[in-house]
């Protein structure tokens, strides 16, 4: 049973709520070989019931998930680290909520590539590939440059420019009612510029600041906002 609101003592709400999960993982890994890689298997197993007579509510959830995931990372020198990742996951739903059972797939790629700032320069791109159902989305990415303003010393100017996707959730997509199954990706583009700035005052003392200045513009943003007159949300 779950306590009610403070302002509902002493009223019996007969508000409750049941829980089972099974999580189970397999991983495989090594970092000891000039190119090192990790893959994972996991499955989650999740049903949640909850009840609240009061306002007539009767909510029966169950979902099986299956996460694979892999990765590669090796180094050109000391400084510099390529990188390679998968990622899959299946998502099966049944939920008195949804109108259908649901079945859902996405796969992604991810490249990187990371250098260390040694004497002046360092800098990060990172590439990602969705393949979400049936089909691929633009691709995201993260560039990134780093600049040491003075040599040998902890002061640098940074800069980044990146571009973001998100896939509507299930919620969003199939709650009924309110979910909306026609809601594209949403997605966003980020640029920022800053100044760091690290002075060792002694041995165990440093202080270190940031100033930065950043924009983002955001598309086809994915949010629920409520029916005027009605209790409904929807997206």
């Known amino acids: 049973k779950l306590p009610g609101p403070v302002s509902m003592l002493g009223i019996k709400t007969g508000e409750k709520q049941n829980d089972e999960s099974i999580r189970s993982m397999l991983s495989l890994s090594n970092d000891k070989s000039l190119i090192k890689y990790f893959a994972t298997a996991s499955w989650?197993?999740?049903?949640l019931d909850y009840y609240y007579p009061l306002y007539s509510i009767v909510s029966k959830n169950f979902s099986n998930s299956l996460v694979l995931k892999g990765g590669l990372t090796t180094y050109l020198d000391n400084n510099t680290r390529l990188g390679l990742t998968f990622n899959n996951e299946l998502n099966a739903i049944r939920s008195?909520?949804?109108?259908d059972d649901i079945l859902r797939n996405?796969?992604?790629?991810?490249?990187?590539?990371?250098?260390?700032?040694d004497d002046r320069f360092g800098g990060e791109i990172l590439i990602r590939e969705t393949r979400h159902g049936k089909r691929l989305l633009k691709p995201d990415f993260t560039a990134a440059l780093e600049y040491r303003l003075l040599k040998d010393k902890e002061q640098f100017l940074g800069m980044n420019i990146s571009r973001n996707s998100k896939i509507p959730s299930l919620n969003d997509l199939h709650w009924f009612p309110g979910g909306?199954?026609?809601?594209?990706?949403?997605?966003?583009?980020s640029a920022e510029i800053g100044y760091?700035?690290?002075?060792?005052?002694?041995?165990k003392l440093k202080i270190s600041s940031d100033i930065n200045l950043y924009s983002s513009f955001i598309r086809d943003?994915?949010?629920?906002?409520?029916?005027?007159g009605s209790s409904i949300w929807i997206t």
């Open 44 to 47: 989650m197993m999740n049903r």
């Open 96 to 99: 008195n909520n949804y109108k």
């Open 221 to 228: 943003m994915i949010q629920w906002r409520p029916v005027e």
């Open 106 to 117: 996405s796969t992604s790629f991810a490249f990187s590539a990371i250098r260390k700032t």
């Open 196 to 203: 760091k700035a690290g002075f060792d005052l002694s041995d």
């Open 180 to 189: 909306n199954p026609d809601l594209k990706n949403e997605y966003s583009w």
